[in-house]
């Protein structure tokens, strides 16, 4: 397996300097997709399985999208090890819709959710959270400016929650839950409670244990797929609550029942996913890209660490294997570094505008060759700069 891994990113990076011209892209999203996804949807936007229609010229109740959805939801499970005990929910509205659809299918009013506010996205979940029950922030990120994930000693939980939200990678301001070695870290929480995560920027990044969490939600866009869709993760007796009156198409129930086919689903966004699961699989799955992942982000980390020229954002226990944020000492030198990288093939590597800086993205389908570029680049600059 490991063998074909490293044969197929072979292929990958070849490709992306002999095939098209294209260069590298850290956009933190939507982000880089592999090559072979791209090449494979070209094709099948104009025939696909010998049909002689196009994926989405196909009804969505068609066998071709049966096929599709079928084997999307099957390859998630294999990947994410998800048993039948979790429904997977192909959905639209982004993860910021997710915001509100996680307390209000979740929550009742006079319940109490614990957020834990790590980051920007964080923050728009808390936010958006209030209108539903009663919503306690167990830690604040922001007077640190987000600059770490809190010790469970520093997060100061209520009596009873029903669940505790995080969101797993910051990708603003480039922080992770992690431990040491890169694998997932979760707070402790409150018997009786279950996790609920924002996993938008590093889902399918590492290997995960679906157990510990009651929901996860992701926009596809950052690691498995393009927007338009989101993926959702939820335990099944989860679904048994119905602690207020909503519509029916924004019920987590009534989209597993209908198999994400309530309405006319994002037909080619879900089959771009597929495409990306399929991809994940020949890559070894998640193990083999978190190890590739754990090497990209140190090619770059390394850079920080010998530097006296750049700062990083993060501190070093909560790096981001995903988002990697740092600043030169101007925002005039700053502006230089961006501008020259883009002259040397690499494109969006400005830091968001809370931030500043640069923010460097090493998703899933970046080459490793690209943060082996991005980390010359950067010691040639600091050279010629510092
Ligand atoms: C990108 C992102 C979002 C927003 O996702 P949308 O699909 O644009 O709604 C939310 N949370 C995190 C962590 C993100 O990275």
């Not at 659809?101 to 957020?115: F, G, I, K, R, S």
């Not at 209108?131 to 400016?145: A, F, M, Q, T, V």
């Not at 689903?265 to 590739?292: E, N, T």
Request: glycine letters at 8%; proline letters at 5%.
């Amino acid at each position: 397996m490991s063998a074909m891994a490293t044969a197929s990113a072979t292929n990958l990076n070849t490709h992306t300097t002999a095939y098209s011209g294209r260069i590298y892209n850290f956009s933190a999203g939507p982000g880089v997709l592999p090559e072979d996804v791209l090449l494979q949807a070209q094709h099948d936007l104009l025939n696909i399985g010998g049909t002689g229609m196009g994926i989405v010229e196909h009804s969505h109740r068609a066998k071709c999208f049966d096929r599709v959805l079928s084997e999307a939801v099957e390859d998630c499970r294999a990947i994410g090890n998800i048993p039948a005990s979790y429904e997977v929910i192909f959905t639209t509205g982004g993860a910021t819709s997710q915001n509100f659809m996680v307390p209000a299918n979740l929550l009742a009013q006079h319940e109490t959710a614990d957020y834990i506010t790590t980051g920007y996205w964080a923050e728009k979940s808390y936010e958006q959270a209030q209108l539903y029950g009663n919503i306690h922030e167990s830690w604040d990120g922001r007077p640190l400016k987000h600059r770490y994930i809190p010790s469970d000693d520093e997060i100061k939980p209520s009596t009873n929650p029903t669940y505790v939200h995080i969101c797993s990678n910051n990708t603003i301001y480039g922080t992770q839950w992690r431990n040491a070695d890169g694998s997932v870290r979760l707070p402790r929480i409150p018997a009786g409670a279950f996790l609920a995560c924002d996993m938008c920027s590093d889902i399918y990044s590492r290997p995960m244990d679906i157990s510990q969490f009651g929901v996860v939600y992701a926009g596809a866009q950052k690691n498995v797929g393009i927007a338009g869709v989101s993926l959702v993760l939820i335990r099944k007796d989860l679904l048994a609550k119905n602690p207020r009156e909503l519509p029916l198409i924004l019920q987590y129930r009534v989209l597993a029942k209908d198999e994400s086919r309530h309405n006319t689903p994002p037909v080619f966004p879900i089959y771009m996913s597929g495409l990306v699961f399929k991809w994940i699989i020949k890559q070894g799955g998640l193990a083999a890209l978190h190890k590739r992942n754990i090497e990209k982000a140190k090619l770059i980390y390394d850079v920080l660490d010998s530097s006296t020229f750049y700062t990083g954002h993060a501190r070093v226990d909560s790096r981001s294997l995903m988002n990697i944020t740092f600043k030169s000492p101007t925002t005039a030198l700053d502006d230089l570094f961006i501008a020259g990288a883009l002259r040397a093939g690499m494109d969006n590597l400005r830091g968001h505008r809370a931030t500043g800086g640069v923010r460097a993205s090493a998703y899933n389908a970046m080459p490793r060759e690209g943060c082996k570029v991005l980390a010359d680049y950067m010691r040639e600059f600091e050279r010629t700069h510092g």
